[in-house]
């Protein structure tokens, strides 16, 4: 028979819905043994050319 899970699914989306909604892009999810989830984002490159609108609405200009 095997252990009982440490984990619930309900557990993985709320920590899933919660990192979204802090503005992650999730592009990997760990669990470990012990249940530990562990959430990565996706990386994203900054453009190459940025926009030069940018500074200005950001208060730079």
Not at 26 to 55: M, Q
Request: no cysteine.
């Amino acid at each position: 028979m095997s252990a009982a899970a440490r984990f619930k699914e309900a557990d993985v989306t709320r920590a899933v819905r919660g990192a979204t909604k802090a503005g992650m892009m999730v592009g990997r999810i760990e669990i470990d043994p012990n249940g530990k989830i562990v959430i990565l984002s996706e990386s994203v490159a900054p453009p190459v050319d940025p926009n030069p609108w940018d500074d200005l609405l950001n208060g730079k200009a």
